[in-house]
């Protein structure tokens, strides 16, 4: 699912755009940068606990920890652990108990509609579903899979730029 409806896409580039396009400059969008820009719930992950480690990573930036439970004993926010927020990761203040998945979390990361991060995507796949339009061969060779042509697009290079990579965006 893309990022833009027709309608939203409309309103930022004031032009109609079809959702064929849209969704191609998702996949491209989604193949140039680590995220996934929708919120995503993660329910019951377990890990195996290794003793004399205290930090979970997991996927960023965590929105919500739901639910923690280490060895069926449900740990609190801020009496137990801390939640970094921006780089996934989830710091058992006791240290994670050795064990077979015996950490269960359920949490809540990506970004809101709300977030720069989310806006500055959504306007730039409105904008590459608008070149893509105008040039509908390189539409063509987008949806059947050939993105490696994306790379040599200058045009495309350029409009990814206001899509933050992992790196980058842990810097902002």
């Known amino acids: 699912m893309a990022y833009n409806t027709i309608e939203t896409a409309k309103a930022i580039m ?3 755009i079809s959702i064929e396009n849209i969704n191609a400059a998702r996949s491209i969008i989604d193949i140039s940068s680590d995220y996934r820009w929708e919120t995503i719930t993660i329910t019951d992950k377990k890990i195996s606990g290794k003793g004399g480690e205290h930090f979970l990573h997991l996927n960023s930036p965590i929105i919500e920890v739901t639910s923690l439970v280490m060895d ?26 050795p064990g077979n998945d015996n950490v269960v979390i359920s949490y809540t990361y990506g970004f809101d509609e709300n977030h720069f991060a989310y806006k500055a995507v959504r306007e730039a796949e409105a904008q590459l579903a608008l070149y893509l339009q105008k040039n509908p061969t390189l539409s063509k060779e987008i949806m059947w899979g050939s993105v490696s042509l994306m790379y040599g697009d200058a ?7 206001t899509v933050p990579k992992k790196i980058a965006f842990t810097t902002i």
Do not use: N, P, Q, W
């Not at 801020?78 to 970094?84: K, P």
């Open 14 to 16: 004031e032009t109609d």
């Open 155 to 161: 045009h495309i290079c350029a409009l990814l730029l």
């Open 72 to 97: 069926g004993t449900t740990l609190t926010v801020t009496t137990d652990y801390e939640v970094r927020t921006e780089t996934g990761m989830v710091k058992i203040l006791s240290g994670i108990i």
